[in-house]
């Protein structure tokens, strides 16, 4: 089961049609492919999709990181990604069984979708992203030969993608905006990296640092905010998580999503200039030193 999710790394672009496009299809047990597509997975994590499955395996989201998935850049300049790990040493699933899909009420978005692939679109500078979708039609996939038709819109509504999509789509507008301003920005840094990774990914991480005497110095949280980051049921936790998509425009797009605290966002400001100027202090000695000694050179 592949994704074409964000397929702007490909060279090929498929066919882009809208919900309103008729598809012939439908998944069956007893299908003669039963599984297959589960049998070679290729499939990329939304945030939500990781919430519901740690939520669902009654684990916290850094074990679930740590054992069911592998981190991959989704562009070369280096925007986190996450894929499910298939099984041991193979390239199955690992929520596979012989009935079908183990964690089938929780499936993430790509599973969802299948054979649809989501394609979101987004105009340079624009900050809202238009939604189009392409037929995905692999040879050992026989639902396609099922007689049923169904428009794309009725097949999303039937796998329950409306919430998916919309809970993802902070997360997306994201990756959309740090794409369309990559190279002329130049590679994010690690701090960045990791920043984005634990915000969109390790909510559980993010709720501890976000809950932190440090971040709530520095950002007005609301009493409501707090109680809400500290609950632990899904739709507290769908919060956080759209709290830290919010975060992240801020920190990584210098917009004002989240207000600072004053005092502390001025004494932040200072310690920055101090920083800055030490740093030019320290080049300007650097170039003077390194002046110095080839200047009996420039003598001979
Ligand atoms: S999560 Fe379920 S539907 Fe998705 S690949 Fe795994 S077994 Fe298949
Ligand atoms: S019909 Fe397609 S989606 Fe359904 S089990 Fe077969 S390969 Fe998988």
């Given at each position: 089961m592949s994704q074409p999710e964000i397929p702007f790394q490909s060279p090929v672009v498929p066919n882009m049609v809208d919900g309103s496009k008729v598809i012939q299809f439908q998944c069956r047990k007893?299908?003669?492919?039963?599984n297959q597509c589960c049998s070679n997975i290729d499939i990329s994590l939304t945030p939500y999709d990781i919430l519901r499955l740690k939520r669902r395996l009654g684990i916290s989201s850094t074990v679930f990181l740590d054992q069911y998935t592998v981190p991959y850049e989704m562009e070369k300049e280096g925007i986190a990604g996450v894929k499910f790990k298939p099984i041991e040493k193979g390239t199955?699933?690992?929520?596979?069984q012989p009935e079908g899909c183990g964690v089938y009420e929780d499936r993430p978005t790509a599973c969802r979708y299948y054979p649809v692939g989501l394609l979101s679109m987004r105009k340079q500078d624009e900050y809202v992203d238009r939604d189009a979708y392409a037929l995905v039609e692999e040879?050992?996939?026989?639902?396609?030969?099922?007689p049923r038709q169904i428009s794309i819109d009725d097949y999303r509504q039937e796998q329950g993608l409306p919430e998916y999509d919309e809970l993802a789509r902070g997360w997306r507008q994201l990756v959309l905006k740090k794409k369309s301003s990559g190279p002329s920005v130049g590679a994010p840094s690690v701090k960045s990296r990791q920043l984005f990774f634990m915000a969109c990914y390790d909510i559980d991480t993010f709720r501890s640092f976000a809950t932190s005497e440090n971040f709530t110095k520095l950002f007005k949280i609301t009493e409501e905010e707090k109680a809400t980051f500290a609950n632990t049921d899904l739709e507290s936790e769908v919060a956080l998580m759209q709290f830290a998509f919010r975060f992240l425009r801020q920190v990584l797009?210098?917009?004002?999503?989240i207000t600072l605290e004053e005092e502390a966002a001025k004494e932040r400001l200072e310690k920055v200039k101090a920083k800055r100027l030490q740093e030019e202090r320290e080049a300007a000695e650097k170039l003077a030193q390194a002046e110095d000694n080839e200047a009996p050179f420039e003598d001979d």
């Open positions: 007893g299908i003669s492919c039963w199955a699933c690992r929520f596979m040879d050992h996939c026989k639902g396609h030969q099922e797009f210098g917009e004002m999503s």
